[in-house]
Every structure is written in structure tokens, then in C-alpha cells.
């Protein structure tokens, strides 16, 4: 009888440490409710076991099974909130605007070595088509609502006008020769006719000559050449004897490069649309605490909008109330 009311205490505790199974929203066939929507365990058993198809994420979980699970869940969840969100906006993402992102930013990437690095980390394909349908969800809701307004041209113009003096990249070379008569020759020639410097520059090939004019911002030149910026005239040669270099080192500084709006615009892009996306999120975070999030003690607690580890109260009860017989 003393175990039996032990048990009965600890459906109380709980019932007190995890209100968020109020109601009937408890099923044991279900592990997360999310508004009127449910995931059911078989649902994420099966969503886990995709993931364990591939070699290379089960090896990740081996170990932190019950931790996957959680993760693998979190995602579900974080699906239907956003599924919620859209259709409370009045938004949509189609399969071909994820695929298009997908490819945009794999543009320089090797695919392949990309989902393989990912699936190490426990990370399908599945899981990265998700989250770019999620980021261009909070991107489009933003939209909806007015809030999307540094992605239109004027604003990426504007800027650009902002940060143009911070993109400016100086061209330089430099070319080792072995005399500092050939070296006061080559800086004549160079301050004159700037245009052959890979010509010149390939009559003393070697390690410590460029073969052609390079660009750096300001701000990562070589020593030799930021100390001039200020006091030597775009498109002029100097001479430096560096005997480490084996002779006499021409510099040249070029001109200085501002790269046009159109170069820089994705990387604008990105930043603007990251600034939405922030925006985009608040408002689904307000979705998801009116949708009365749910999830089955068995897999975690929700914090701050995350799955995360229960404290290790339920688990202990279960354990006890397996234990504990009938009461007579």
C-alpha cells in the first residue's frame, strides 16, 4: 500500500512539474501536439529511422540515441509551427523556390561533400530542404506584414552607399630584381607604363615577384605597401632592398578598386534578408505560443521554445510505478 500511494504521489508530481500535459493532451501514441495537429510517436519513430538509414548519421547518434530523437522531434515540431504560421500569413514556399535556394547556395560547393559533411553531424537532406523552406517562410511573412522592406533595390542601393568605403581593395605588386640599378629601371618603366606590369613582372619570375597585380582591402596590405598608402600616388613604383628576397623588391601600388553594386549585391542580400528573417521569426514565435505547444514528457521539456532534457523526474517515476504492484 505504501508503494501504491508512492506512485499515486508521483502522477501528482508529475502533473505539477510539467503542466503542460493539462487536459487530455496526453496520449501516449502521441509525442508532441501542436495546436489541433498531432506527431505521433510512430510518425517520429519512422522520421528518426530515415534519418539512421543513412551510415553516416547513425554512426553520429550511436551513443546519444534518446538525444537524436529529441532533435529529430524538435525539427517536427519547429515543421508544424512554421506550417501554422503560413497558413495564418497566408504564405506559401514551393518545392522549386527551396530546391533554386538549395542551389544558390551550393553554387561554388561540391553537393556530395556538403550533405556528407552535414550527415556527420547528424544532419539529412530531408532536414536542410526543411530549413531552408523555414528561412524562406520567415523571409515571405515578414513580407506579408510589411517588414520586408531593406530587401527592395532602393534600400540595397542605399546600402551599398553605406559600406562602399569599407569594400575598397587597393592593387599592388611587387617584383624582386636583382640590383637596385635594374630596380630604379623597373620603377621608371612601371610608373610610366603601369599597364605591362605581368610583362615586366615576367622577366624576374620567382617566388618573391607577382605575376600579376593583386586586390586586397587596405587594411590587409603588406606592411611595405599599407605605409605608403598615404604618401604614395596611385599607379607609382618604389624600391625596397630586402636581402632575405635575394635583391631588390619594386613595389607598385595600383589604383584603389570599389567593387560595383552588382558584385556586392548578394552578399547585401544576405545581410538584409538576415535582418527579415529575424523579424520573420518573432512572428512566428508569436504562432507558436498561441498553438499551446505540447510534447510527451518521455522525449524532454520545452524551453524558451526548444526541445530540451526533462530533469530526469519522469523517467525515475516510470521506473517506480513500473515497479509498483497493483493496489489491492
Do not use: K
Not at 165 to 186: H, K, M, R
Not at 193 to 210: D, I, M, S, V
Not at 245 to 270: H, K, M
Amino acid at each position: 500500500m505504501r508503494r501504491a500511494a508512492r506512485a499515486r504521489a508521483a502522477v501528482v508530481l508529475v502533473a505539477v512539474a510539467l503542466p503542460v500535459l493539462a487536459g487530455c493532451r496526453s496520449d501516449p501514441g502521441v509525442a508532441a501536439y501542436v495546436g489541433d495537429e498531432q506527431i505521433t510517436v510512430a510518425e517520429l519513430d519512422a522520421a528518426v529511422d530515415e534519418r539512421l538509414a543513412d551510415e553516416r548519421i547513425a554512426e553520429y547518434a550511436a551513443g546519444g540515441e534518446d538525444e537524436f530523437t529529441r532533435r529529430v522531434l524538435d525539427g517536427l515540431v519547429a515543421r508544424e509551427v512554421h506550417a501554422a504560421a503560413a497558413e495564418r500569413y497566408g504564405v506559401r514556399v514551393g518545392e522549386e523556390e527551396v530546391g533554386d535556394r538549395i542551389e544558390e547556395l551550393l553554387a561554388e560547393e561540391d553537393p556530395e561533400a556538403v550533405y556528407a559533411q552535414l550527415a556527420q553531424q547528424g544532419i539529412g537532406r530531408a532536414d536542410v530542404r526543411e530549413t531552408i523552406r523555414q528561412q524562406l517562410l520567415r523571409r515571405e511573412i515578414a513580407e506579408a506584414e510589411g517588414q520586408a522592406g531593406s530587401l527592395d533595390e532602393a534600400a540595397l542601393r542605399e546600402r551599398y552607399d553605406e559600406v562602399r568605403e569599407s569594400l575598397a581593395e587597393v592593387e599592388f605588386g611587387y617584383v624582386t630584381v636583382p640590383d637596385q640599378a635594374i630596380a630604379d629601371q623597373l620603377v621608371a618603366d612601371l610608373t610610366a607604363e603601369p599597364g605591362r606590369y605581368a610583362e615586366f613582372a615576367a622577366l624576374f619570375a620567382g617566388p618573391f615577384t607577382l605575376a600579376e597585380l593583386q586586390r586586397q582591402p587596405a587594411g590587409e596590405l603588406p606592411p611595405a605597401f599599407a605605409e605608403r598608402l598615404d604618401t604614395t600616388a596611385p599607379g607609382t613604383a618604389f624600391a625596397v632592398p630586402v636581402p632575405d628576397a635575394g635583391g631588390v623588391v619594386v613595389g607598385f601600388l595600383g589604383s584603389t578598386v570599389y567593387p560595383p553594386f552588382e558584385e556586392v549585391r548578394p552578399q547585401l542580400e544576405d545581410e538584409a534578408a538576415a535582418g527579415v528573417e529575424a523579424t520573420g521569426a518573432e512572428l512566428v514565435d508569436g504562432v507558436r505560443e498561441d498553438l499551446d505547444v505540447t510534447v510527451n514528457p518521455r522525449y524532454g521539456v520545452l524551453r524558451e521554445g526548444r526541445l530540451v532534457p526533462g530533469d530526469g523526474v519522469v523517467d525515475l517515476l516510470e521506473d517506480d510505478a513500473a515497479a509498483t504492484p497493483p493496489a489491492e
